[in-house]
Structure formats: C-alpha cells, structure tokens
C-alpha cells in the first residue's frame, strides 16, 4: 500500500494497542492515575507508531511485490503523484 496509507494504519493499531493496554492495566488495578493525562497518549502513541510500522514493513513489501506482479507498481505511480494525491504527467522533483 501507498506510504501515507501505511503510516495512517500504522497510526490506527498504535492508537487501538496504547488505548488497550491502558484500559487492561486500570481494570487489573496496576494503572496510576497521573498517567491518565492525554499529552502522556500522545507520547505513547508517537512511540508506538514507529514499533508498529518496523513490524508491518515486510507485510507492506509482500504487498507491493505481489502487486507489482499483477501489473500495478505502487512504487511507479508514486513518483508521478502530486501531493494532492492525483497523478501527474510529468515526474515530480526530488
């Protein structure tokens, strides 16, 4: 998949894991509550994000080998996209 959909997927599982286990942790009664503040969420989730992505990398490459050999090169397609998201005739500039 193209690479901001990955990073926001990725975002999405770290959300949904850090949200968890804090809910896990403050139903078995070892959660304190000073850390209940959401900017410490926001450092979490931040940290998690990067974990998550290095952990689903390979499956993203699986997914783009295997739609590359149907015809479809995500990795081309990306070089001629604007940053609108719509595709260009000419190659952007690097």
């Known amino acids: 998949m193209r690479t901001s959909t990955f990073l926001l997927i990725c975002s999405g599982i770290a959300t949904i894991l850090v949200l968890s286990v804090q809910y896990l942790l403050q139903r078995l009664g070892f959660y304190p509550p000073y850390l209940d503040w959401i900017?410490?969420?926001?450092?979490?989730?931040?940290?998690?994000?990067?974990?998550v992505a290095f952990a689903l990398n390979p499956l993203n490459k699986k997914l783009r080998d295997r739609r590359k050999i149907q015809g479809r090169d995500i990795d081309?397609?990306?070089?001629?996209?604007?940053?609108?998201?719509?595709?260009?005739?000419?190659e952007k500039d690097k």
């Open 76 to 90: 081309a397609e990306e070089m001629y996209e604007t940053e609108s998201g719509f595709l260009s005739l000419t």
């Open 39 to 51: 900017i410490f969420d926001f450092i979490k989730i931040a940290f998690f994000v990067p974990i």
